[in-house]
């Protein structure tokens, strides 16, 4: 650790005091001629309308602006004795280059300031790996109501049945999200920490290539949000939608035909501008939204918790809404600009979700399922200070609060909890006829993040980016079973009948952990007049904070060791050149790095072992990081005016995965699992993507995807199963679970720019993996996943028209929109019966024959048909 601190303090002085924030900002650059005699203007003030960004020529006439937040500008350029000249609709992007050229006319010849609209060029000439950026106005017309369902919409990403994202074939817990270019995350499971909504983004950037040294702890991806701020002056937006399921498939989905139009609500509010009382110095931004869903997947009260036998039936008949959920998110930026070359901003992300999920087997005894719980919150208080014309710094110091838990009821001593005898299912062993979850589950984990992040435009050629990140947590975990006894019985043996116990040993567990997470990084953007390299090497250390046994046959009572820190260097390197006038070829090639999600360091931490054939997983806090070695290469040619081609092929190496190794302990009746790194993959594709600009009332993507993801197992804890099955260890590589082949999606935006449009993503593609099976649900009859489901056809449209009035001298505007999901009411098949192939019918047996209530699914579909009807005003 102390090395890594002294090689970091050397970058800082070999390059201060020329560095720059990354992550969350882009840069404009260009050149100023004389438009009569083409020579250079030195001298010439180039400026961000309407913000203190800005930057004067050098002798050669080129000039760069750092430092710029994402978003749509105007750029203008002055000189005494030449007519200004103000370029409007200049498009910046975090973490890209946008140049902006100016040809000035003297004042001899001319008089009137010139204007021109930009035009954003088709190919990015510094875009050096894949990535797609989405913006505000993207998201205002798009049918998406979370921008994970947006993220799903790009080449490269995949759904999975449960819903998981997987960006070019890895695991779901492969991607890092970053908000505002803080990291954002849950460390026990490595998913986001607090979800940001949809109207409280500026952009979002999800980058599927090989990514810079600035980034790190994924080994799939990057989505990086950058939140709205303020400005000088006021405006808002407010929109509800309400809206329900419309779909013809009543025989499979239980109540579909009772149409309610608030079955599913959704409001959201935004304000921003400048402070009241404190100036134009001052501004902020805040957002909030309410999201209320009943859900469209219900059950029939038929038993109550106590009934336990099927010859019992004591349920009122009602029908259960079973998998409903309530949100809530909130987010707030406050900016204060001292002066042009400093600024002060506080921002604050809360989420607050409520959340059943459906379970088929409580069908007909829905009283006494989990309730989850999510409340998060994360506050950043950040400074950025531009030391001069080529350089700023940025500190940033955030607290990110995480607790998620799980629970029938809140009180664990709550008389509804009943005896776990009373679980049974009924006389086909299918459907339970009573019982109560009585699993508990309290996760809470407190991240202290500091990052200091700089960067440098050395030379004209050289932007030189360093940094750290430093994180700190702290981790506490409680999982236990509730015993109630029988009413008037004395089950626990506690002599007092009637009563409920918290069990112990192996069914009641907890653990605090601090593990420490530190990274270091530089990295050189070269921008040569042909060729643009990125190159870069990122330095992460990690200290679990835990204890392991040293005898992993005895796990219980063996003598335990501090678990090790982990190192790894990360080179990375990426370039692009241009081949024609209008296109470029690309390649990148990096090393990354990415400790298993912190669950399964820590999970069972007494180190217990149940009797019998494995019983028990054990979490290893010594688990070495997970590698990938990615490979891509990309070309990019404009076809025509606003039309381009891409076409990027891609290599990954996965090594070093999550896996488990069985172990036997002395006597042989008793065994666990343990979390190991054995897993491998590998995964390599093609894209191709056709853009056409938004011309002429049209605009349209065309992305195809062909993808093989392939490794020896999908689950870390599919070892553990096939122990327990008698099926043979796989030494060799077969398509993962969200492996999908082929993938088309399109999306269409046709609009008549402030009046209406029509926005439809369609998507066509390939169907899931899954293992044929004989009836006997076990015996295999052929290789792991080497079946297919259902190909997926999915359309989704947003319809909408906008009134313009105003009032005073603000202009509103008032839209109201129609948004329909899957629209042509598909049924998607999600899981599938390993008998059949499909998922509404069953060749399998339970204990005697299948009915067909048990075996037809709600859950294995995608959702039918659901259609919104909303209202929004903005100023």
């Given at each position: 650790m102390r090395t890594?601190?002294?090689?970091?303090?050397?970058?800082?002085?070999i390059?201060l005091p020329?560095?720059?924030?990354a992550g969350?900002?882009?840069?404009?650059?260009g050149r100023?001629?004389?438009?009569e005699?083409?020579?250079?203007l030195?001298?010439?003030n180039?400026?961000?309308v309407?913000?203190?960004?800005?930057a004067?020529?050098?002798?050669d006439?080129?000039?760069f602006?750092l430092?710029v937040?994402p978003?749509?500008y105007?750029?203008?350029a002055t000189?005494v004795?030449y007519t200004?000249?103000e370029?409007?609709n200049?498009?910046?992007?975090?973490?890209l280059?946008?140049?902006i050229n100016?040809?000035?006319t003297s004042?001899?010849?001319?008089?009137?300031e010139?204007?021109?609209v930009?035009?954003?060029?088709?190919?990015?000439?510094d875009?050096?790996?894949?990535?797609?950026?989405v913006?505000?106005?993207a998201?205002?017309?798009a049918?998406v109501?979370?921008?994970?369902?947006?993220?799903?919409?790009?080449a490269g990403?995949?759904?999975d049945?449960?819903?998981?994202?997987?960006?070019?074939g890895?695991?779901?817990?492969?991607i890092a999200?970053l908000?505002?270019?803080?990291?954002?995350l849950?460390?026990?499971?490595?998913?986001i920490g607090v979800?940001?909504?949809t109207n409280a983004?500026?952009?979002l950037?999800v980058?599927?290539?090989?990514?810079?040294?600035?980034?790190?702890?994924?080994?799939?991806?990057i989505?990086?949000?950058?939140?709205?701020e303020?400005?000088d002056?006021y405006?808002?937006?407010?929109?509800f939608?309400?809206?329900?399921?419309?779909?013809?498939?009543?025989?499979?989905?239980?109540?579909?035909?009772d149409?309610?139009?608030?079955?599913t609500t959704e409001?959201?509010i935004?304000?921003g501008?400048?402070?009241?009382?404190?100036g134009p110095?001052h501004?902020f931004y805040?957002?909030?939204?309410l999201?209320d869903?009943?859900?469209?997947?219900?059950?029939?009260r038929?038993?109550r918790?106590?009934?336990g036998l099927?010859s019992i039936?004591t349920?009122?008949g009602?029908?259960?809404?079973?998998n409903?959920?309530?949100t809530?998110?909130f987010h707030?930026k406050?900016?204060?600009?001292v002066?042009p070359s400093?600024?002060?901003?506080?921002s604050s992300?809360i989420?607050?979700?409520?959340w059943q999920?459906?379970?088929?087997?409580l069908?007909?005894?829905?009283?006494?399922?989990?309730?989850?719980?999510?409340?998060?919150?994360r506050?950043?208080?950040?400074?950025?200070?531009q030391i001069?014309r080529?350089?700023?710094y940025?500190l940033?110091?955030?607290?990110?609060?995480?607790?998620?838990?799980?629970?029938?009821?809140?009180?664990?001593?709550d008389?509804r909890?009943v005896?776990?005898g009373?679980r049974?299912?009924?006389?086909n062993?299918?459907?339970?006829?009573g019982?109560?979850?009585?699993?508990r589950?309290f996760?809470?984990?407190k991240t202290?993040?500091?990052?200091f992040d700089l960067?440098?435009?050395?030379?004209g050629?050289?932007?030189?980016?360093?940094?750290i990140?430093v994180?700190k947590?702290d981790?506490?975990?409680?999982?236990w079973?509730?015993?109630?006894?029988?009413?008037?019985?004395d089950?626990?043996?506690d002599g007092?009948?009637?009563?409920i116990?918290d069990a112990?040993?192996?069914?009641?567990n907890r653990?605090?952990?601090r593990p420490l997470?530190?990274a270091?990084?530089i990295?050189?953007?070269?921008?040569l007049?042909?060729m643009i390299?990125n190159?870069?090497?990122r330095?992460?250390?990690f200290?679990?904070d835990?204890m392991?046994?040293v005898n992993?046959?005895?796990p219980?009572?063996?003598p335990?060791?501090?678990?090790?820190p982990?190192t790894?260097?990360?080179?990375?390197f990426?370039m692009?050149?241009p081949i024609?006038a209008n296109?470029?070829?690309?390649?990148?090639y990096?090393?990354?790095f990415q400790?298993?999600?912190f669950?399964?360091l820590?999970l069972n931490?007494e180190?217990?072992?149940?009797?019998?054939?494995i019983?028990s997983?054990?979490?290893?806090?010594d688990?070495?990081p997970?590698?990938t070695v990615s490979?891509?290469v990309g070309?990019?040619q404009?076809?025509?005016?606003g039309v381009?081609l891409?076409?990027?092929?891609y290599?990954?190496?996965?090594?070093?995965?999550?896996?488990?190794?069985i172990y036997?302990?002395p006597?042989?009746?008793?065994?666990?699992?343990?979390?190991?790194?054995r897993?491998?993959?590998?995964?390599?594709?093609i894209?191709?993507?056709?853009?056409?600009r938004?011309?002429?009332?049209?605009a349209a993507?065309?992305?195809y995807?062909y993808q093989v993801a392939?490794?020896?197992?999908?689950?870390p804890?599919?070892?553990?199963?096939?122990?327990?099955?008698?099926?043979?260890?796989?030494?060799k590589v077969?398509?993962?679970d969200?492996d999908?082949t082929?993938?088309l999606?399109?999306?269409v935006?046709i609009a008549?720019p402030?009046?209406w449009?029509i926005n439809?993503?369609?998507?066509i593609?390939s169907?899931?993996?899954?293992?044929p099976?004989a009836?006997?649900?076990?015996?295999r009859i052929?290789?792991?996943?080497s079946?297919?489901k259902?190909?997926?056809?999915n359309?989704?449209?947003?319809?909408?028209?906008?009134f313009?009035?105003?009032?005073?001298?603000?202009?509103?505007?008032?839209?109201?929109y129609a948004?329909?999901?899957?629209?042509f009411?598909?049924l998607?098949?999600l899981?599938?019966w390993?008998?059949t192939?499909?998922?509404?019918y069953s060749?399998?047996?339970f204990g005697g024959r299948?009915?067909d209530?048990?075996a037809l699914?709600?859950?294995?579909?995608?959702?039918p048909?659901q259609?919104?009807l909303?209202?929004g005003l903005?100023?």
């Amino acid at each position: 650790m102390r090395t890594c601190f002294r090689i970091f303090s050397l970058i800082i002085l070999i390059f201060l005091p020329h560095w720059i924030f990354a992550g969350t900002t882009g840069k404009i650059k260009g050149r100023v001629i004389d438009r009569e005699t083409g020579q250079p203007l030195p001298g010439v003030n180039v400026v961000v309308v309407g913000t203190t960004l800005g930057a004067a020529t050098d002798v050669d006439g080129y000039y760069f602006i750092l430092n710029v937040p994402p978003g749509t500008y105007s750029l203008r350029a002055t000189m005494v004795g030449y007519t200004p000249q103000e370029v409007k609709n200049v498009k910046v992007f975090t973490d890209l280059t946008t140049t902006i050229n100016f040809e000035l006319t003297s004042t001899v010849i001319a008089g009137e300031e010139v204007v021109i609209v930009a035009e954003r060029p088709m190919i990015q000439r510094d875009a050096t790996a894949s990535a797609a950026i989405v913006t505000s106005d993207a998201f205002d017309v798009a049918p998406v109501e979370t921008f994970q369902e947006m993220v799903t919409t790009k080449a490269g990403v995949t759904v999975d049945a449960a819903g998981r994202i997987h960006i070019r074939g890895g695991r779901s817990g492969e991607i890092a999200y970053l908000v505002d270019g803080i990291p954002n995350l849950n460390p026990f499971t490595n998913s986001i920490g607090v979800n940001v909504s949809t109207n409280a983004i500026e952009e979002l950037s999800v980058i599927t290539g090989s990514f810079n040294a600035e980034y790190g702890q994924a080994l799939s991806g990057i989505i990086n949000i950058v939140t709205k701020e303020g400005s000088d002056k006021y405006f808002g937006d407010f929109s509800f939608q309400t809206g329900d399921i419309l779909s013809s498939h009543k025989d499979i989905f239980l109540n579909i035909d009772d149409v309610d139009p608030l079955n599913t609500t959704e409001a959201e509010i935004s304000f921003g501008g400048p402070v009241p009382l404190l100036g134009p110095k001052h501004s902020f931004y805040v957002s909030g939204r309410l999201f209320d869903d009943d859900g469209y997947l219900y059950g029939v009260r038929i038993h109550r918790p106590t009934d336990g036998l099927d010859s019992i039936r004591t349920g009122d008949g009602a029908i259960v809404p079973m998998n409903p959920r309530e949100t809530k998110n909130f987010h707030l930026k406050y900016s204060w600009r001292v002066k042009p070359s400093l600024k002060f901003s506080f921002s604050s992300l809360i989420e607050k979700s409520h959340w059943q999920n459906y379970s088929h087997s409580l069908k007909y005894v829905p009283d006494g399922r989990l309730h989850h719980y999510k409340d998060s919150h994360r506050e950043n208080l950040k400074v950025t200070h531009q030391i001069s014309r080529r350089a700023f710094y940025d500190l940033s110091l955030s607290y990110l609060k995480y607790t998620y838990q799980y629970y029938a009821f809140k009180d664990p001593r709550d008389p509804r909890y009943v005896w776990s005898g009373y679980r049974r299912r009924d006389n086909n062993y299918e459907f339970y006829t009573g019982g109560t979850s009585n699993s508990r589950l309290f996760r809470d984990s407190k991240t202290f993040n500091f990052k200091f992040d700089l960067t440098a435009q050395v030379t004209g050629q050289h932007e030189v980016k360093t940094g750290i990140d430093v994180r700190k947590h702290d981790m506490f975990q409680h999982d236990w079973l509730v015993l109630p006894d029988r009413p008037g019985f004395d089950d626990n043996n506690d002599g007092i009948p009637g009563n409920i116990i918290d069990a112990t040993g192996a069914y009641n567990n907890r653990y605090r952990h601090r593990p420490l997470e530190f990274a270091a990084y530089i990295q050189d953007k070269i921008e040569l007049r042909d060729m643009i390299i990125n190159v870069g090497l990122r330095y992460d250390y990690f200290d679990p904070d835990a204890m392991v046994p040293v005898n992993p046959n005895d796990p219980t009572y063996s003598p335990k060791r501090k678990a090790k820190p982990k190192t790894q260097l990360s080179p990375r390197f990426s370039m692009a050149f241009p081949i024609t006038a209008n296109g470029k070829l690309f390649f990148s090639y990096g090393h990354f790095f990415q400790i298993p999600p912190f669950h399964y360091l820590y999970l069972n931490p007494e180190f217990e072992v149940l009797p019998g054939l494995i019983k028990s997983d054990m979490g290893n806090a010594d688990l070495k990081p997970q590698k990938t070695v990615s490979f891509e290469v990309g070309f990019e040619q404009e076809l025509a005016p606003g039309v381009a081609l891409y076409v990027k092929s891609y290599f990954k190496d996965i090594r070093n995965l999550l896996g488990q190794r069985i172990y036997i302990l002395p006597g042989g009746s008793d065994s666990y699992a343990l979390f190991i790194n054995r897993d491998f993959g590998q995964v390599k594709g093609i894209n191709i993507s056709l853009d056409k600009r938004f011309s002429n009332f049209f605009a349209a993507n065309i992305d195809y995807t062909y993808q093989v993801a392939e490794g020896n197992e999908s689950d870390p804890t599919r070892t553990r199963r096939n122990f327990r099955l008698s099926i043979e260890q796989l030494k060799k590589v077969v398509p993962l679970d969200w492996d999908q082949t082929h993938a088309l999606r399109i999306n269409v935006n046709i609009a008549k720019p402030r009046s209406w449009g029509i926005n439809v993503i369609a998507r066509i593609e390939s169907g899931y993996p899954y293992t044929p099976k004989a009836t006997n649900e076990i015996i295999r009859i052929a290789e792991e996943n080497s079946g297919r489901k259902p190909s997926i056809f999915n359309v989704d449209m947003n319809a909408y028209k906008d009134f313009r009035f105003k009032l005073g001298k603000t202009e509103f505007v008032l839209e109201i929109y129609a948004k329909v999901y899957n629209v042509f009411d598909r049924l998607n098949e999600l899981y599938v019966w390993d008998s059949t192939g499909r998922a509404g019918y069953s060749m399998e047996r339970f204990g005697g024959r299948t009915t067909d209530d048990w075996a037809l699914r709600p859950n294995w579909y995608s959702k039918p048909r659901q259609v919104y009807l909303g209202l929004g005003l903005r100023f």
